[in-house]
């Protein structure tokens, strides 16, 4: 089976359906796009799929290390361990803490020392905290974030914060990486970095990246599939060129006759 | 033995300086008996609002019941030193606080933290009434509204200072950590730090435990410094007092913390002659601070030594520069 399987997924607020109905699958090692106008449920399908909302019904199932786990219902702390991270739309960084404790944050659940091994600072403690400062300025050093490493995060340029998200969620150790809306804001010559960064990260690091995203020259240069929702429900699945020729997205995009 | 570097050092020396002038001070009488009162009181108080802060200023989450756990420290400590009315007695009595104190709040965190804002603000006001109430009604074992006396006053500036400073080394070690981190993160961003892997309920509870373990010794303290406890001496305003103590220095500043507790206290000694209108004057400065410096007196602020150290490099690297 594939990495992850979303079967009939449905989430309703009240009487909307802010989700219906929604298959889809991912495979490992893959770059894929979720697309849609304001208000489709791209952001409420990240939510649902990472814990934040519970699903109002259908299945999502994992696969790990060859067994399968449902992940309806479970918190969001669990399905970070299990392997999926996330970024958000409206940056939530922890503002006023140093960018390099807001990587360590993030490692901090596959940290070996423990509560009673911090205060009585056994050696234990000093060995997982070099270690972890290692990797962290390692994975800062993607985006050369790692000459800001003692800067707050609230101080960083627009662009930054951004990076520093990804930065953040890659460093617990994902196996699917959801970016929601990673470059919105950015100036077209960011966009671009940005564009080459996400590829190389997905192949360096071999993990899945789901990226929401309005801008259409990135999702078509860098998903190798790509989804749209509409109004909760999925109304297309192809391969970028696939996508640009569907009626129905255009449809959906650009309007129609009723 | 990377314990032994020299910021650990730099605090070492700086602690037993302190240590050592104040106890000079007090064998030169130039501290007198009614000057070493209110030194135990801010000691105790120190310790107290450093609980609450990591509790509210790092954690995030509003307490207002941290009376009660004094109170369990104080009972435990005067229970036991009825019966051993020595220092074995006094330690004994300490560490059943402790225990007792970090078992009860271990079993409040659990239903009381799921609740945000001034709805665990107001559960934890209940938990310490609840805790006051019990004390009143335990008959015999804390002789209800009459309160326990005869208990030898064994608590000096020793004491006072080892109980300050296994709560600061308990306190900015565990900030200091990964735990620590991740605590801090649930105060910065919840909904964030849940999602970077960290079971917020957890570190919730294990920070409201130590807060109420710290709040425990200084119970304790406050049992062997009085001769008699009664269940009044930890009421609401006991609560009130330790809030203002950590909203004056700074949430999230332990500095500021030991700062603002000192102040307060010598302020309010100061104030003793003006009667009614001490008050008044203590409500007016507290005005004062939050209109001018809405933070608290150090806001995140903290001392560090790191710093310290950088700057006194830098003073002395111009001077060897000058003189060669």
Not at chain 1, 248 to 255: E, Q, R
Not at chain 2, 16 to 37: E, G, R, S, T, W
């Amino acid at each position: 089976m594939s990495l992850l399987q979303v079967e009939k997924l449905t989430k309703n607020f009240g009487g909307l359906a802010a989700v219906s109905m929604v298959d889809f699958k991912l495979e490992s090692n893959e770059l894929v796009g979720l697309i849609g106008p304001n208000g489709a449920g791209k952001t409420t399908l990240f939510n649902l799929l990472t814990g934040v909302y519970v699903p109002t019904s259908g299945e999502i199932v994992m696969e790990i290390d060859g067994k399968k786990e449902r992940l309806n219902g479970v918190k969001p702390y669990v399905i970070t361990k299990k392997g999926l991270a996330r970024t958000f739309q409206n940056i939530r960084l922890f503002k006023e803490l140093t960018v390099l404790d807001n990587v360590l944050i993030a490692m901090h659940q596959n940290s070996k020392a423990g509560v009673l091994a911090s205060i009585f600072r056994l050696p234990k403690y000093y060995r997982s905290e070099e270690g972890m400062r290692q990797e962290a300025l390692s994975l800062l050093s993607i985006f050369d974030l790692d000459n800001k490493q003692q800067e707050l995060a609230k101080n960083l340029p627009y662009g930054d914060q951004r990076c520093l998200e990804i930065v953040r969620a890659l460093a617990t150790k994902p196996k699917i990486l959801f970016l929601d809306e990673p470059a919105a804001g950015m100036n077209p010559q960011e966009t671009a970095d940005l564009t080459k960064q996400i590829r190389k990260i997905q192949q360096d690091f071999k993990i899945t990246v789901v990226l929401i995203e309005h801008d259409m020259s990135l999702v078509m240069d860098i998903c190798e599939r790509i989804y749209v929702l509409e109004y909760g429900r999925m109304i297309a699945h192809g391969t970028p060129g696939e996508i640009k020729q569907n009626p129905k997205v255009i449809k959906a995009y650009l309007g129609g006759e009723e | 033995m990377k314990q032994l570097n020299k910021y650990n050092a730099g605090w070492l020396a700086l602690s037993v300086i302190i240590y050592f002038v104040v106890q000079m001070l007090i064998q030169a009488d130039v501290i007198d008996y009614y000057y070493q009162i209110t030194l135990m009181n801010i000691c105790m108080d120190i310790i107290l609002a450093l609980g609450l802060n990591l509790i509210i200023g790092f954690t995030g989450q509003f307490s207002l019941g941290h009376a009660g756990f004094m109170s369990i420290g104080a009972y435990c400590c005067a229970i036991m030193m009825l019966k051993m009315p020595d220092l074995t007695g006094f330690l004994l009595g300490l560490l059943l606080g402790v225990i007792v104190a970090s078992l009860v709040a271990l079993i409040v965190a659990i239903p009381t933290l799921r609740l945000k804002g001034d709805y665990l603000a107001i559960a934890t006001l209940g938990i310490s009434e609840i805790i006051r109430i019990a004390i009143l009604n335990m008959g015999d074992l804390t002789n209800g509204a009459a309160g326990l006396s005869g208990m030898p006053i064994l608590n000096n500036w020793t004491l006072s200072f080892f109980g300050i400073m296994l709560s600061l080394i308990i306190i900015v070690n565990y900030i200091k950590s990964s735990p620590g981190r991740a605590t801090i993160a649930i105060r910065e961003d919840e909904i964030a730090a849940e999602s970077m892997g960290i079971n917020t309920t957890k570190y919730k509870t294990i920070a409201f435990v130590i807060g109420a373990f710290t709040a425990s010794i200084a119970g304790s303290l406050y049992a062997s410094s009085f001769s008699m406890i009664k269940p009044d001496n930890f009421g609401f305003m006991k609560s009130v007092d330790i809030l203002i103590i950590v909203v004056f220095g700074g949430l999230g500043s332990v500095t500021g913390t030991i700062i603002a507790a000192i102040s307060l206290g010598i302020l309010n000694m100061l104030l003793q002659p003006f009667g009614q209108l001490r008050m008044i004057i203590y409500a007016i400065a507290l005005i004062a601070i939050m209109v001018f410096k809405p933070g608290g007196l150090l806001q995140h602020k903290e001392l560090s030594m790191k710093k310290l150290f950088g700057r006194l490099s830098k003073k002395n690297t111009p001077k060897k520069e000058a003189s060669k």
